[in-house]
């Protein structure tokens, strides 16, 4: 009896199995979505790039008219020109453009020396409160360092 009772159980699974293989290949194919070619991939990243540029232009002639105006200060202008450098150093190093990564890393230390030299005079004048550079000088330093390692 114990005997019948274990071909059975294996005859069954048997037959089981065979009903889910078949199911299985009698099924439609599962449709995969398609992956984009890594070419259109990349136009498409250096396109966002390019309109992330352009934003960038235009927010810093925004803010060199706000500072024709006294709306705006030289730091503020100093940050939306290194963020529009940030964004073509981004671009440079996804097309592998190592001399454009460099020269906009040392626009980025010409723009925050620039900076400190004007907010120095402005604290030699009185009109802005000791210690107002410190932030452009702490990044003026990174943006060293930055270019350091990339001409390593």
Do not use: W
């Not at 500072?67 to 450098?85: C, F, P």
């Not at 452009?136 to 390593?152: C, D, G």
């Amino acid at each position: 009896m114990k005997k019948r009772r274990g071909i059975f159980i294996v005859c069954s699974v048997i037959v089981l199995c065979s009903i889910f293989l078949v199911s299985l290949t009698s099924s439609e194919p599962v449709r995969k979505k398609s992956i984009p070619s890594s070419a259109q991939t990349n136009k498409d990243i250096v396109e966002m790039y390019q309109k992330l540029i352009k934003l960038r232009e235009q927010f810093v002639a925004h803010e060199l008219k706000l500072m024709e105006y006294g709306q705006s200060g030289v730091l503020e202008l100093t940050k939306a020109r290194v963020k529009l450098s940030n964004a073509r150093i981004d671009l440079s190093k996804f097309q592998g453009k190592h001399d454009m990564v460099v020269k906009e890393l040392r626009n980025i230390i010409k723009f925050y020396s620039e900076a400190i030299e004007q907010l120095k005079t402005e604290v030699d004048k009185g009109q802005r409160a000791p210690g107002v550079f410190y932030e452009a000088e702490i990044a003026l330093l990174e943006a060293k360092i930055r270019l350091a390692k990339a001409t390593q």
